[in-house]
């Protein structure tokens, strides 16, 4: 059974850098057949998701238009986790953030997420 | 971008009574060659993280009570709870993964 394991502070100074881990058990963060993503939920936004990275043969990433430049999403396959860097952040990125699994059932396409993290809340405020 | 629009924004039905909630995307989910929709619904009770209902559209995720069930093609969506159950209160989204990800406003569904 996949579980997903969040870690990293609930406050964050506005134009300071975000920073998120998600420890991955019962799979492999360098599996060819699941992508890791990111999403966040506030009350303005809703649901919104953020990136991914996943490999295949090397590691690829992409990123929601709405935060690009802002993000980054890293695997660290020494600690078979991953983690999410959203840099110079407003109180509009306050949110719960959620690390969550896709599950690669047909190659080359995408699919739903099958299992999440069990959110943090981010503040962002002085 | 698809954007998903889900109706109602709440709803109340009572204990054994039919529950359906509608979601409609901006452009199709549906990819032609093998007939497959890209969309999939998700139950979230306070303080949880979302749990996986159905995906393409009206397959059911393992462990997944067969009172829920997916319908629809193309734009239009829909979940239905044949028997509404106590522990069915909560928020329900849609999400089309046919591009970069997309989820409703979300449902709020409560006992009448």
């Known amino acids: 059974q996949v579980q997903l394991q969040q870690s990293g502070p609930g406050l964050v100074k506005p134009s300071q850098t975000l920073s998120l881990t998600c420890a991955i058990s019962?799979?492999?963060?360098?599996?060819?057949?699941?992508?890791w993503h990111w999403i966040r939920h506030s009350p303005s936004r809703g649901l919104e998701w953020l990136g991914r990275t996943f490999y295949r043969s090397k590691w690829y990433n992409d990123y929601a238009v709405s935060v690009k430049g802002r993000i980054t999403i890293n695997p660290d396959t020494s600690k078979n986790q991953f983690s999410l860097q959203l840099n110079s952040v407003t109180p509009e990125d306050t949110a719960v953030y959620y690390c969550?699994?896709?599950?690669?059932?047909?190659?080359?396409?995408?699919?739903?997420?099958?299992?999440w993290g069990q959110g943090t809340l981010v503040t962002v405020s002085s | 971008d698809i954007v998903m629009t889900q109706f109602p924004d709440s709803l109340a039905v009572s204990l054994g009574e039919r529950a359906t909630i509608n979601c409609k995307s901006s452009q199709s989910v549906l990819y032609s060659s093998d007939n497959k929709n890209f969309l999939a619904w998700y139950q979230q009770k306070p303080g949880q993280p979302p749990k996986l209902l159905i995906y393409?559209?009206?397959t059911r995720e393992s462990g997944v009570p067969d009172r829920f069930s997916g319908s629809g093609s193309g734009t239009d969506f829909t979940l239905t709870i044949s028997s509404l159950q106590p522990e069915d209160v909560a928020v329900y989204y849609c999400q089309q993964y046919y591009t970069p990800p997309a989820f409703g406003q979300g449902t709020r569904l409560e006992i009448k």
């Open positions: 019962g799979d492999s963060v360098s599996s060819d057949s699941a992508a």
């Open positions: 969550a699994r896709e599950p690669k059932t047909v190659p080359g396409m995408r699919s739903w997420f099958d299992t």
């Open positions: 393409w559209a009206s």
